[in-house]
T-cell receptor, first 112, second 113 residues
Framework: QQQVKQSPQSLIVQKGGISIINCAYE??????FPWYQQFPGKGPALLIA?????SEKKEGRFTISFNKSAKQFSLHIMDSQPGDSATYFC???????????FGTGTRLKVLA | DGGITQSPKYLFRKEGQNVTLSCEQN?????MYWYRQDPGQGLRLIYY???????QKGDIAEGYSVSREKKESFPLTVTSAQKNPTAFYLC????????????FGQGTRLTVV
């Protein structure tokens, strides 16, 4: 119940394409879903986050889609660029707590 | 510039030795965290601290110890009791307690030789 399952493990996308990373959770108490971006040798950085009262949140080229009934959420990177090549982690938490459950990460490579 | 500084970036330790990883933040954040990252796994919480002189164990605290004597500093000691210490260690902080990690340091890669 505490797992967050992330897929795919790796993803290769052509420049200008759409990158899609999916996460699924089981604990219906989760109410905060952030995404992190991590470049090699660096720490993760908070990218975008969503709460279950909305089905979509967009920030620039990054969009989170949230399906509460399916207990799934996904990150879409529009017009993917080589600079987006990084590892992306989803996470889930109960807002107001310190406890974040992280997915296993997706390594994205955008080809020039 | 505000941020989190972890040092050293790379650390080698002989088996049976304790080693301390440094984490300093100048963001004036109340909460600080230590995570461990292993290949193919999500980040796992080792310890977190909501306030000076207070800290709580996370999911994998065995073999680790921390202190929080100052708001800006949260060092992690990897003791000889940690059976598999080779990993990438990340320190993080957030503005207030109960918010989860918002900012991460660049990490320390610890290798036991």
């Amino acid at each position: 119940q505490q797992q967050v399952k992330q897929s795919p493990q790796s993803l290769i996308v052509q420049k200008g394409g759409i990158s899609i990373i999916n996460c699924a959770y089981e604990n219906t108490a989760f109410d905060y879903f952030p995404w992190y971006q991590q470049f090699p040798g660096k720490g993760p950085a908070l990218l975008i986050a969503i709460r279950p009262d909305v089905s979509e949140k967009k920030e620039g080229r990054f969009t989170i889609s949230f399906n509460k009934s399916a207990k799934q959420f996904s990150l879409h990177i529009m017009d993917s660029q080589p600079g987006d090549s990084a590892t992306y982690f989803c996470a889930a938490s109960i807002e107001g707590t310190y406890k974040y459950i992280f997915g296993t990460g997706t390594r994205l490579k955008v080809l020039a | 510039d505000g941020g989190i500084t972890q040092s050293p970036k790379y650390l080698f330790r002989k088996e049976g030795q304790n080693v301390t990883l440094s984490c300093e933040q100048n963001l004036n954040h109340d909460a600080m965290y230590w995570y461990r990252q292993d290949p193919g796994q999500g980040l796992r919480l080792i310890y977190y601290s909501q306030i000076v002189n207070d800290f709580q164990k996370g999911d994998i605290a065995e073999g680790y110890s921390v202190s929080r004597e100052k708001k800006e500093s949260f060092p992690l000691t990897v003791t000889s009791a940690q059976k598999n210490p080779t990993a990438f260690y990340l320190c993080a902080s957030s503005v207030r307690t109960g918010q989860g990690p918002a900012f991460f340091g660049q990490g320390t890669r610890l290798t036991v030789v």
